[in-house]
């Protein structure tokens, strides 16, 4: 009860905050809308959505379906827009990977791959945590963040299994990883992309390739460090969870079958690194393999699917349409930065605005949203764009209180049998370093007046 209260509170101080700002004039480059009534009712239904999310009054898949409902009800975006999103590539790549690491398991590959990880690790829990996140933040540097923990999932769960620790106390870093090992190259994450072109639509001075490894490996060590020093010790062990493995550990496997899953899985792995294709098709193809070769049963794979994972990304993803077309995430722009002229304070507001957005919108739509907004606000503060662009690309993949603020968090959201708050338990120490070290280092690296 008293939880609930308090996001009440916050919930109110947050529109009171809002409700004002319309009646005065934009900060630079924003554009208002010229009638506020929806965008006021989407940040009504983004911040009970989010209560529902940190109270769990009613299951998480039912919270985010009722999001597109009440957008398509309410008219701020039509309901073919608000359910589409359950045919958006990335969600159908989340059910292939779910059926094709299913398969490794099926067939004892996710078991042999575990068991020589715990061979090498020698059973120790945080130097498997550390070996595994320092993996996957350095595939995720040239590979896509989503592509690399959707491969790297099946693989943990197998070092889980045999070295009988709970997932719960290894996905959540390695997805945490994922995103800061994509914030080191462009092509890592989408919304470095996004930033640099940005930038070069507008005739400004762009990225290099390896430019963002100067704020991205700095964040990425802090990562490492922290759960290697620290955090570890305070991530969550399910014994329901505990008991699943110990189950799943006697389930015969389909061994004659593992040659065929181990040439399947290497397949999706090299048309995902090499981008040969796209991430879905190659996910797709090998989730079709892996039926047709008989490493898996369709009523198997039908049950692979985390169903919860699937509801809560594809819901929420209607949000962030909403967030847009009503003039919503502009308000709150606007809100936020047009008090600010100090650019260290101006940095400051960007990257929390950004880190705060994104937690509730897909992290691409945010740097899509914020890029357009810092590129008129440092010129009109006569400061480059750079810093302020830099921070919102690295905030808006350093997220890690909610499980749809980025891809990575949502597919471990299921396997790791986490909940909503479990994010916000155990992720605020990194989100505060994150944000502290973009503040700090980036107008350093990148200066305002150069």
């Given at each position: 009860?008293?939880?609930?209260?308090?996001?009440?509170?916050?919930?109110?101080?947050?529109?009171?905050?809002?409700?004002?700002?319309?009646?005065?004039?934009?900060?630079?480059?924003?554009?208002?809308?010229?009638?506020?009534?929806?965008?006021?009712?989407?940040?009504?239904?983004?911040?009970?959505?989010?209560?529902?999310?940190?109270?769990?009054?009613?299951?998480?898949?039912?919270?985010?379906?009722?999001?597109?409902?009440?957008?398509?009800?309410?008219?701020?975006?039509?309901?073919?827009?608000?359910?589409?999103?359950?045919?958006?590539?990335?969600?159908?790549?989340?059910?292939?990977?779910?059926?094709?690491?299913?398969?490794?398991?099926?067939?004892?590959?996710?078991?042999?791959?575990?068991?020589?990880?715990?061979?090498?690790?020698?059973?120790?829990?945080?130097?498997?945590?550390?070996?595994?996140?320092?993996?996957?933040?350095?595939?995720?540097?040239?590979?896509?963040?989503?592509?690399?923990?959707?491969?790297?999932?099946?693989?943990?769960?197998?070092?889980?299994?045999?070295?009988?620790?709970?997932?719960?106390?290894?996905?959540?870093?390695?997805?945490?990883?994922?995103?800061?090992?994509?914030?080191?190259?462009?092509?890592?994450?989408?919304?470095?992309?996004?930033?640099?072109?940005?930038?070069?639509?507008?005739?400004?001075?762009?990225?290099?390739?390896?430019?963002?490894?100067?704020?991205?490996?700095?964040?990425?060590?802090?990562?490492?460090?922290?759960?290697?020093?620290?955090?570890?010790?305070?991530?969550?062990?399910?014994?329901?969870?505990?008991?699943?493995?110990?189950?799943?550990?006697?389930?015969?496997?389909?061994?004659?079958?593992?040659p065929h899953a181990m040439l399947i899985f290497g397949f999706v792995v090299i048309m995902m690194a090499s981008e040969m294709?796209?991430?879905?098709?190659?996910?797709?193809?090998?989730?079709?393999?892996?039926?047709?070769?008989?490493?898996?049963?369709?009523?198997?794979?039908?049950?692979?699917?985390?169903?919860?994972?699937?509801?809560?990304?594809?819901?929420?993803?209607?949000?962030?349409?909403?967030?847009?077309?009503?003039?919503?995430?502009?308000l709150v722009a606007h809100a936020v930065v047009s008090g600010f002229s100090d650019p260290w304070l101006l940095m400051a507001?960007?990257?929390?605005?950004?880190?705060?957005?994104?937690?509730?919108?897909?992290?691409?739509?945010t740097a899509a949203l914020m890029a357009p907004l810092a590129l008129p606000i440092a010129q009109a503060s006569g400061i480059?764009?750079?810093?302020?662009?830099?921070?919102?690309?690295?905030?808006?993949?350093?997220?890690?209180?909610?499980?749809?603020?980025?891809?990575?968090?949502?597919?471990?959201?299921?396997?790791?049998?986490?909940?909503?708050?479990?994010?916000?338990?155990?992720?605020?120490?990194?989100?505060?370093?994150?944000?502290?070290?973009?503040?700090?280092?980036?107008?350093?690296?990148?200066?305002?007046?150069?």
């Amino acid at each position: 009860m008293k939880r609930a209260l308090t996001c009440i509170l916050f919930l109110c101080v947050c529109l009171s905050l809002l409700l004002p700002s319309a009646a005065h004039a934009a900060a630079p480059g924003i554009v208002l809308p010229a009638d506020p009534t929806q965008a006021y009712i989407t940040l009504g239904i983004l911040l009970i959505a989010a209560l529902m999310f940190f109270t769990e009054v009613i299951p998480l898949p039912i919270t985010a379906l009722l999001v597109p409902i009440t957008l398509s009800l309410t008219g701020i975006i039509s309901a073919e827009k608000a359910f589409s999103y359950f045919g958006d590539p990335t969600v159908v790549l989340f059910m292939a990977m779910f059926i094709v690491g299913e398969g490794t398991f099926i067939t004892g590959f996710a078991d042999m791959v575990g068991r020589a990880a715990v061979r090498i690790s020698r059973g120790n829990t945080v130097l498997l945590l550390i070996s595994a996140m320092t993996a996957v933040g350095l595939l995720s540097t040239v590979l896509s963040n989503t592509g690399t923990i959707v491969v790297a999932v099946p693989m943990i769960l197998g070092i889980c299994l045999s070295a009988r620790i709970s997932p719960g106390k290894i996905l959540l870093p390695e997805a945490y990883a994922a995103s800061l090992g994509g914030t080191v190259t462009l092509v890592g994450t989408p919304p470095n992309g996004i930033i640099n072109s940005m930038l070069a639509q507008a005739g400004a001075q762009t990225f290099t390739f390896f430019e963002f490894a100067y704020i991205g490996l700095p964040l990425l060590l802090a990562g490492l460090l922290y759960y290697g020093l620290i955090g570890h010790r305070f991530l969550p062990d399910h014994p329901d969870t505990d008991e699943e493995l110990y189950l799943a550990e006697e389930t015969p496997r389909r061994r004659k079958k593992l040659p065929h899953a181990m040439l399947i899985f290497g397949f999706v792995v090299i048309m995902m690194a090499s981008e040969m294709m796209p991430l879905t098709t190659a996910a797709m193809i090998g989730a079709c393999l892996m039926v047709m070769t008989r490493c898996m049963t369709m009523h198997e794979a039908f049950h692979s699917v985390d169903w919860t994972t699937i509801f809560l990304f594809a819901g929420m993803l209607s949000m962030s349409a909403a967030m847009t077309s009503s003039g919503a995430a502009a308000l709150v722009a606007h809100a936020v930065v047009s008090g600010f002229s100090d650019p260290w304070l101006l940095m400051a507001v960007c990257c929390l605005l950004t880190a705060v957005i994104t937690h509730f919108m897909s992290n691409t739509a945010t740097a899509a949203l914020m890029a357009p907004l810092a590129l008129p606000i440092a010129q009109a503060s006569g400061i480059s764009p750079l810093p302020l662009c830099m921070g919102i690309a690295m905030t808006a993949s350093a997220c890690f209180l909610t499980p749809i603020a980025t891809p990575p968090n949502t597919i471990v959201f299921g396997p790791g049998r986490y909940s909503f708050l479990d994010y916000v338990k155990y992720g605020w120490p990194l989100q505060l370093i994150s944000v502290l070290l973009c503040c700090l280092l980036i107008p350093l690296i990148w200066p305002f007046h150069p």
